[in-house]
């Protein structure tokens, strides 16, 4: 069965500064794998996606996601924080291994100081 | 080109009451979902079809019951009201496992 782990609920950063925000995958086969962003009060909209065709995948605003099948990772990361980036980000998985449900982890609040 | 369209968006029920929260998109989607979200705890995948006449269950599935009989449609009932089911609830659909999903505008449920 296919999960999906974020680690940290939490993750504050300086305006500026590098934004690293975790996704772990549990899978017999590597899956697509998707996140998204919820900003206040806002429905939730595709960031990237990685569906094999390149391991370093861009996305909308600046950010990009690195799969790793070795470490069964797809860590988001931008490398300047802007004000405008604060909202809750989640991580998904579907398809190959899993059926054609999609998962979502339990979502990362990302914080930005000015 | 409407999307998903999901209906109502706010609902207040007592304690053991039903309802029907509906959802319909007109994109052709074979596949269709409902999830729940909760602070802290993400989106959580509640039921789920692949197609008409086809359903399946998801993550939390408990005191929840769907149909899918045609493409367009896929209505979410819950048949006894518990405040545990207190929540926002998302209608999603998209076509491949490879592509994004689409959602509706959200329900937000009361249950006192």
């Known amino acids: 069965a296919q999960s999906v782990t974020q680690l940290g609920s939490h993750v504050s950063v300086s305006e500026g500064a590098l934004v690293l925000l975790r996704c772990n995958y549990s899978s017999s086969v590597p899956p697509y794998l998707f996140w998204y962003v919820q900003y206040p009060n806002q429905g939730l909209q595709l960031l990237l996606k990685?569906?094999?065709?390149?391991?370093l995948v861009k996305g909308i605003n600046g950010f990009e996601a690195e799969f790793k099948k070795s470490e069964t990772s797809f860590h988001l990361t931008k490398p300047s924080a802007h004000m405008s980036d604060a909202a809750e980000y989640f991580c998904?998985?579907?398809?190959?291994?899993?059926?054609?449900?999609?998962?979502f982890g339990a979502g990362t609040r990302l914080f930005v100081k000015a | 080109n409407a999307g998903v369209t999901q209906t109502p968006k706010f609902q207040v029920l007592k304690t053991g009451q039903s309802m029907t929260l509906q959802c319909a998109q007109d994109?052709?989607?074979?596949?269709m979902s409902w999830y729940r979200q909760d602070p802290g705890m993400g989106l959580r995948l509640i039921h789920y079809s692949v197609g008409a006449g086809i359903t399946d269950q998801g993550e939390v599935p408990n005191g929840y019951n769907v149909s899918r009989s045609t493409t367009e449609d896929f209505p979410l009932r819950l048949l006894s009201a518990a405040p545990s089911q207190t929540s926002v609830y998302f209608c999603?659909?998209?076509?491949?496992?490879?592509?994004?999903?689409?959602f509706g505008s959200g329900t937000q449920l009361s249950v006192l």
């Open positions: 998904a998985v579907s398809g190959r291994g899993g059926g054609f449900k999609t998962i």
């Open positions: 990685y569906t094999s065709a390149a391991t």
């Open positions: 994109m052709n989607h074979e596949y």
């Open positions: 999603a659909s998209r076509g491949g496992p490879n592509e994004k999903l689409f």
